[in-house]
Structure formats: C-alpha cells, structure tokens
C-alpha cells in the first residue's frame, strides 16, 4: 500500500508556486515577442533582443560576482539599449534600464569561462551595467552599441 506524505507534497507545490512567480517572465511563451514589443514606441525599430541577467552598478569583471542579477529581456533598438523586467503581479514587462546611445560613453565585452560572458556598458553619468548573454550574442551587441554610439544606427527623418 502506497503512503501519500502530504506535507512534502504541499512544500512541493508552494516551492513550484513561488519558482513561477519569480521567474524572468514569459520568455519561452508564444507570445513573448508581443508581450515586450508593446512598451517599445513604435518609432524606433527594435535591432536585437535576447534573454539575459544583468548587473546594474557594475564594468569592471571583479565586481560581477559581488552583484546581484535580474533576470529578463535585452533590447537594443536604433535609439537606445534597454532592460525589461517581468512584473509578476501586472504580467508585463517593465522598463528597468533605459540608456540612449547619445549617454553612452563606454562599452567593453569579455569571454569568461569562471562567469557567463557579458557586454558591459557606462553611462556619461557613471552608471554602469552588465548584461549576462551568450557567446553567440556578445559581439553583435558590442557591434550595435558602438554604431549607436557613433550616431549610425538613428533612423533618417
């Protein structure tokens, strides 16, 4: 005869519960693209996009570790790179970073076998981010900071 052990199976369920709540959204659904491209004004064209952490308040690869992350979306449009964030509680997703390449003064990129690999930016202002992507992204991510810097990526009116 089989025993059913109903605490362990209720802590089951409350940690699957609170894992889904604070997961990094929707990113898997069918309907991601839609769920992030609604916050982004329909003026500017969205270049690239991809699943990420990122590490605000850090450039510098020994303060990574130190930092903690938030899970989430990437974008890097013809204006401005941003981090959205998923709101459990609105299920949507949320500006979190908001960075024009006209107020980007630096961008480096690392391979990293001890961390994930990363992009990591700074703002005029001393604002620095890390964004935690895979190798695959890195160099095109770097690629489009540096020509939004230089001004080649804004939209001719």
Same mark, same amino acid.
């Given at each position: 005869?089989?025993?059913?052990?109903?605490?362990? !199976?209720?802590?089951?369920?409350?940690? $699957?519960?609170?894992? @889904?709540?604070? &997961? =990094? @959204?929707?990113?898997? &659904?069918?309907?991601?693209?839609?769920?992030?491209? +609604?916050?982004?004004?329909?003026? +500017?064209?969205?270049? $690239?996009?991809?699943?990420?952490?990122?590490? %605000?308040?850090?450039?510098? +690869?020994?303060?990574?570790?130190?930092?903690?992350?938030?899970? @989430?979306?990437?974008?890097?449009?013809?204006?401005? !790179?941003?981090? $959205?964030?998923?709101?459990?509680?609105?299920?949507?997703?949320?500006?979190? %970073?908001?960075?024009?390449?006209?107020?980007? =003064?630096?961008?480096?990129? +690392?391979?990293?076998?001890?961390? &994930?690999? /990363?992009? #990591? %930016?700074?703002?005029?202002?001393?604002? #620095?981010?890390?964004?935690?992507? &895979?190798?695959?992204?890195?160099?095109?991510?770097?690629? /489009?900071?540096?020509?939004?810097?230089? @001004?080649? $990526?804004?939209?001719? =009116?």
């Amino acid at each position: 005869m089989t025993r059913i052990h109903l605490p362990q !199976i209720m802590t089951l369920l409350l940690v $699957l519960l609170l894992n @889904g709540c604070a &997961s =990094k @959204g929707p990113i898997n &659904s069918p309907n991601f693209d839609n769920r992030f491209t +609604e916050i982004i004004s329909s003026a +500017e064209n969205i270049l $690239l996009y991809s699943p990420t952490q990122v590490r %605000v308040g850090t450039y510098m +690869e020994a303060e990574i570790k130190m930092i903690p992350s938030y899970n @989430g979306v990437m974008v890097l449009t013809n204006h401005a !790179i941003r981090f $959205l964030h998923w709101d459990a509680e609105e299920k949507n997703y949320r500006i979190q %970073v908001y960075l024009p390449y006209t107020d980007l =003064k630096q961008a480096k990129y +690392e391979f990293n076998t001890l961390i &994930s690999s /990363f992009v #990591a %930016v700074r703002a005029t202002n001393g604002e #620095a981010f890390a964004f935690m992507l &895979s190798d695959e992204m890195i160099k095109l991510t770097y690629r /489009f900071l540096m020509m939004g810097q230089a @001004g080649h $990526l804004n939209a001719q =009116k």
